[in-house]
Nanobody
Framework: EAQLAESGGGSVQAGGSLRLSCAAS????????IGWFRQAPGKEREGVSC????????YYTDSVKGRFTISSDNAKNTVYLQMNSLKPEDTAVYYC???????????????????WGQGTQVTVSS
């Protein structure tokens, strides 16, 4: 059974940092891009960042470029999202996701996601 197990998240003040982790199992890690979507109350689910398993290509939405860094440990089938200089507008539930194409994140096409994590809350206070 395919699973994405998330950890990390929490509450921080603006300017702080958090790291999210997503451990994949039950499918071939190298065949997928893995990353995060986020959804704030009353807003659409948004593609934030992803990394391709085999080549390591990355995508970041404009609002997080220069602040968030995604990386992967292929030996552990785990992807990490380091979030620095957090802003109140980063507050959302963050969902780990796996899809076969990076464009799923670029177009926030959540219907193209094959596997979802359980979600973790990130709250940034001003």
């Amino acid at each position: 059974e395919a699973q994405l197990a998330e950890s990390g998240g929490g509450s921080v003040q603006a300017g702080g940092s958090l790291r999210l982790s997503c451990a994949a199992s039950g499918f071939t890690f190298d065949d997928y891009a893995i990353g995060w979507f986020r959804q704030a109350p009353g807003k659409e689910r948004e593609g934030v960042s992803c990394i391709s398993g085999r080549v390591g290509n990355t995508y970041y939405t404009d609002s997080v470029k220069g602040r968030f860094t995604i990386s992967s440990d292929n030996a552990k089938n785990t992807v990490y999202l380091q979030m620095n200089s957090l802003k109140p507008e980063d507050t959302a539930v963050y969902y780990c996701a796996a899809a076969t194409r990076l464009r799923v994140w670029a177009y926030s096409d959540y219907t193209g996601v094959e596997y979802w994590g359980q979600g973790t809350q990130v709250t940034v206070s001003s």
